[in-house]
């Protein structure tokens, strides 16, 4: 499928056609046409993209359409927006200064089976599933590599609710029945046998551009590294470790084409070129290997890549470029357009703003993030090229001017470090296609996470460190963050590095857990559990509840202990 076609289907309201009367797997996932009396035509390129589009948008209309969630919007069931509130939210790594319905019990981990953001993302999962499932009912033997591509879709859907949710609603099929509740373990298995037969189907992997045919769709390689992150969490999930399935499995992408893009240039360094406008284009997506597609005109979305970066910027994040006898200097924002340079001549300031009109300014660092990077607690109040220049380390994209570095208020934005990641600003310099929406696309799956689960594995396997093939890949991430690299890294370390890595992404939470440290009192960060200096709580949390209204509605299902 050609990239410029994908990315116009995904809105397309064709799809409305196929969706009426779909029996859901829940309730609220039936989902109905705009015209009821409409007939129903099976367009397959428009069921196929709507499984990919579930993860990018909102809904038919866009940003500002309506939802395909019935009672719910856009912004309580994003894709991303609620992946995201969940596994980083609750954890060390981010906090967030608003006070809607759900976000102060992420913040303190007190969240119960009636939480709206984990209702709405366990909905969108399940919506996921079903608009899957449709597609395998009525196209299925159309196009063999679009068939493995919805069966991993699905799959994807399912790890993500075996991981936040355990025991959960299964269904493979569309049915009036209610579906039956699968045990944690038994789901495992049924991922890894899924994942392991539609493999050899997929795409084959390949670097690609937005440009290129197959760009934003699920190659082998995506299967690979699903099966490594699974194995590497395997003990959790079913009670036995697998760690010499997730180093393989690891090794398969690590040896394969989706190498680490190390490429930066003069004004950006190759790891922020990863969250950037043109990441897609770039070259950066060589990395990618299951990127979601965002344009700032065609396909739109309060819930992906614009929520990372407008909840985590206030405009005076914006900074400014400016020479002065050769050498780049960077100003906050505010300072004059014109700098006088040693009083001889007038140097005029290059934009260096983040690529959209919107500021939240809601989400920003616990204190502990920071220290990833500043373990004496010595952060200086700077802005992100300094902050970075100070870290020794490119990873380090934080804003700590005029803000404290713990959080001591909850509810102020400036109360903790803003970060700085993710941007729509274009790496070489071109205009974005839209003052308020971004193009930036989020890489859902990206190879660095390979290197972090084969260094893990390796430790685990060679008694808790390293050996030479585990630091090497380590090192290969430092490299590119031109940082400092090591012998040999313990366990503890790897987490660290991850964090380094992979922070708001999405995989603090679940790293937490397999360390046994999210619940523990013997890891804390601020507001842990409400508390200021952080607490313990209870080991139930660490598995989300499922709604109360699904429990409800399906008397096969049992609510995990402890809700």
């Known amino acids: ?48 993209a709507k499984c990919y589009a579930n993860m990018a948008l909102a809904g038919q209309g866009g940003a500002n359409g309506d939802c395909d969630i019935n009672g719910l919007d856009g912004g309580t069931t994003g894709f991303v927006r609620q992946m995201w509130n969940a596994n980083e939210l609750t954890t060390d790594e981010a906090i967030c200064a608003w006070g809607d319905e759900g976000i102060p019990s992420f913040n303190y ?46 799959a994807l859907y399912y790890y993500f609710l075996m991981d936040c949710y355990g025991n959960v609603p299964f269904a493979t099929a569309l049915g009036s029945t209610a579906p039956e509740q699968k045990s944690r373990a038994d789901l495992f298995a049924w991922i890894e046998s899924e994942l392991k037969e539609i493999q050899p189907l997929l795409l084959a992997p390949a670097p690609r551009k ?53 490429q930066g240039n003069s004004q950006w360094s190759a790891y922020q070129m990863l969250f950037m406008g043109d990441n897609g284009s770039s070259g950066a997506s060589q990395e990618a290997i299951l990127p979601l597609l965002q344009d700032g005109i065609t396909t739109t979305s309060w819930g992906t890549t614009l929520f990372l970066m407008a909840s985590t910027w206030k405009a005076d994040m914006d900074l400014s470029l400016y020479t002065v006898n050769g050498t780049q200097t960077w100003l906050p924002s505010g300072t004059t357009d014109k700098v006088p340079n040693d009083g001889i001549d007038t140097v005029f300031v290059k934009s260096y703003a983040y690529g959209t009109s919107e500021y939240w300014a809601g989400n920003r660092a616990r204190s502990q993030l920071v220290a990833k990077f500043f373990p004496n607690n010595d952060a200086p109040q700077a802005n992100i ?8 380390d490119d990873r380090a994209l934080f804003f700590g001017v005029e803000r404290e570095l713990k959080v001591t208020t909850p509810t102020e934005y400036t109360s903790g470090y803003a970060v700085g990641k993710f941007r729509n600003t ?19 799956m990206r190879s660095a996470e390979a290197y972090l689960i ?94 109360d209204e699904d429990v409800n509605a399906n008397p096969n299902l049992k609510q995990n202990p402890g809700y």
């Open 454 to 547: 084969a260094a893990e594995a390796d430790a685990r396997l060679s008694g808790g460190t390293t050996s030479a093939t585990g630091t090497g890949y380590i090192n290969a991430l430092r490299k590119r963050a031109n940082t400092n690299t090591l012998s040999t890294y313990s366990l503890s370390q790897i987490l660290d590095e991850r964090s380094r890595e992979l922070y708001y992404e999405g995989f603090r939470r679940t790293d937490l857990v397999r360390y046994g440290l999210f619940n523990s009192s013997s890891y804390l960060w601020d507001w842990k559990a409400g508390s200021q200096n952080g607490a313990g709580f209870d080991a139930h949390l660490n598995l989300f509840a499922i709604p």
């Open 109 to 154: 981990n007190q969240y119960d089976a009636s939480h709206p953001m984990l209702r709405g993302f366990y909905y969108r999962l399940y919506a996921g599933i079903t608009y899957c499932n449709h597609y395998l009912e009525v196209c299925e033997g159309i196009d063999e590599t679009r068939t493995a591509e919805v069966r991993f879709l699905r």
């Open 426 to 444: 274009y790496s070489n310099g071109g205009a974005p296609h839209n003052s308020q929406f971004i193009d930036t696309d989020y890489f859902l």
């Open 210 to 262: 937005d440009s290129d045919d197959g760009y934003g769709r699920a190659d082998q390689d995506a299967a690979n590294l699903l099966l490594a992150r699974m194995y590497l969490n395997a003990e959790v999930y079913t009670g036995t470790a697998r760690w010499n399935e997730a180093k393989e499995y690891a090794e398969k992408v690590i040896n394969g084409p989706h190498k680490l893009w190390t």
């Open 385 to 392: 090229q300094e902050m970075v220049q100070a870290a020794g």
């Open 1 to 48: 499928m050609n990239f410029k076609y994908f990315k116009n289907i995904l809105p397309a309201t064709a799809f409305l056609m196929v969706v009426a009367g779909l029996s859901s797997c829940t309730k609220d996932l039936d989902v109905t046409p705009i015209d009821p009396s409409s007939t129903m035509v099976v367009s397959e390129p428009s069921l196929y």
